[in-house]
Nanobody, 119 residues
Framework: VQLVESGGGLVQSGGSLRLSCVAS????????MTWFRQAPGKEREGVVA???????WYADSVKGRFTISKDDLKDTLYLQMNSLKPEDTGVYYC???????????????GGQGTQVTVS
């Protein structure tokens, strides 16, 4: 399984970015696909998640600003990020076969990440 993220960059506060994650060698399962992020000096945290039935989960900090979606024909997971804030800065990772247990997201497969910097 290979997950490759792209779309990160430097953006001003209030701006937008769309991250992409191309999945290869992966069969979508009943688990979630999740976007994580890790800010400097902080633990990795789950940001948004998408289940195979289309249900979604959003961290409170990004509700109303971030949207997760998937294009099955392209085997690509997206994260549309609007109204970005400096606290959204971090490395964003795409992950597959994720589960949510007692407030923490766990993943089986993950990508290398893409840097998002909001000034």
């Amino acid at each position: 399984v290979q997950l490759v993220e792209s779309g990160g960059g430097l953006v001003q506060s209030g701006g937008s970015l769309r991250l992409s994650c191309v999945a290869s060698g992966y069969t979508y399962s009943s688990y979630y696909m999740t976007w994580f992020r890790q800010a400097p000096g902080k633990e990795r945290e789950g940001v948004v998640a998408l289940a195979s039935d289309g249900s979604t989960w959003y961290a409170d900090s990004v509700k109303g600003r971030f949207t997760i979606s998937k294009d099955d024909l392209k085997d690509t997971l997206y994260l549309q990020m609007n109204s970005l804030k400096p606290e959204d800065t971090g490395v964003y990772y795409c992950a597959a076969d994720c589960v949510f247990d007692e407030g923490i997201w766990y993943s089986t497969y993950g990508g290398q990440g893409t840097q998002v910097t909001v000034s």
